[in-house]
């Protein structure tokens, strides 16, 4: 059933992963938008961290690629259609594969003190770094902190993205 906040979501989402702002969105875009990333993070891009982060977002073109009849370009429309049909349709399993290597790419950026957990202060630098808004981290941490033990696993973070884009909670992970 289609939600406006989920589509305006999934339209804002569009806008941020076309890099180059052409329209549509090619692999470049993706490239460049995980060397971004890395690049907030303080790594450089030929570092194993920001290796992974392109790894999983060229996995995740690729699969919003297949989702549009294996085309080197998405087109917002197609992107819409596939991102939405994750959201409505598919439902957890799929949402997870699909974005599951993203957010274990950034925690493997965020992860300072390499415990695989991401804790208080590696998440307001996260949300720094990403240029989300950092001044409500404490509240947003224990949002995403269901389990309430003070660190956040991958699996709590990728409910969290889950949640974001299904409209259910309002702590942007992705940047
Ligand atoms: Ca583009
Ligand atoms: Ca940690
Ligand atoms: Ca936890």
Redesign the pocket.
Known sequence: MPNPVIDARLSKRFDKW?????????R??FEQEAARIARSFGKSATSTEAGALRDAFLGLFDYLSAQSGGNP?VSRDEFLRSAGDLVYTQGEAAFNRALGPVVSGLVGLADKNNDRLINGDEFAAWLTALGLDATSAKEAFQQVDTDGNGQLTEEELLAAVRQYHFGQLDVELLG
């Open positions: 076309d890099f180059d702002r052409n329209g549509v969105l090619e470049e875009d370009t």
